[in-house]
């Protein structure tokens, strides 16, 4: 618990400090406004892609531990998805209790280019995919794994900005969120697996 305030109390301070200096919608202006609207394709495909990669993560670890009968690589996949249920949690939290305005509401020149439904505090499509990539980084420590995954989490919560869903100080706290949900749960698999093993070495 002490660990999760830390967390929130990160959270808090950082908005705080943005929404303070007016930098939040002075920065997203530029990001939405002034945008390349080229691209505006691929950002939509990079948020689309968020859920499905967020679900099947940890769908396609768990299947291939049960074909291959891999312990080890089961217990992966359990982590990388109560990582994504943790985070949805938090997410879900948040949003109801703070209730802030999508940005497009509050300011009618922000242009809004793809669905948008609860509360913009934090961004959920954020905290989906840096939970996703912080924990395939942790389950496999490869850079092969690391790299692609938190490129992707950065487009991800980039093309929230871009598509003028959400604020920086929304898509900078849906990443710690993610991120801390993955790190916590890693923290907790851990101590599980040890007690597991200190109790199976006892009999």
Not at 31 to 37: A, T, V
Not at 54 to 64: C, D, H, K, M, R
Not at 159 to 181: C, I, K, N
């Amino acid at each position: 618990m002490r660990k999760i305030g830390f967390w929130l109390s990160l959270c808090f301070v950082l908005v705080n400090t943005i929404v303070a200096q007016n930098l939040d919608i002075d920065l997203l202006r530029k990001i939405n406004i002034e945008r390349n609207q080229a691209l505006d394709p691929a950002f939509k495909f990079i948020t689309n892609s968020v859920s499905p990669i967020g679900i099947g993560a940890p769908l396609v670890v768990t299947s291939v531990g049960f074909i291959q009968k891999n312990a080890t690589l089961k217990n992966k996949g359990y982590y990388i998805g109560s990582t994504l249920l943790s985070s949805a949690v938090i997410t879900t939290t948040l949003k109801f209790t703070i209730d802030r305005e999508r940005p497009f509401v509050t300011y009618p020149e922000i242009q809004k280019l793809t669905g948008a439904g609860s509360a913009s505090f934090p961004s959920g499509h954020t905290s989906e995919a840096f939970a996703t990539a912080t924990s395939l980084s942790l389950a496999f420590p490869k850079w092969y794994v690391i790299a692609p995954a938190y490129v992707w989490a950065g487009a991800a919560g980039y093309s929230r900005m871009h598509l003028g869903v959400h604020y920086p100080s929304d898509v900078l706290v849906g990443a710690l969120v993610g991120a801390g949900s993955a790190w916590l749960c890693h923290e907790l698999n851990k101590h599980l697996q040890n007690k597991k093993a200190s109790l199976s070495a006892s009999f």
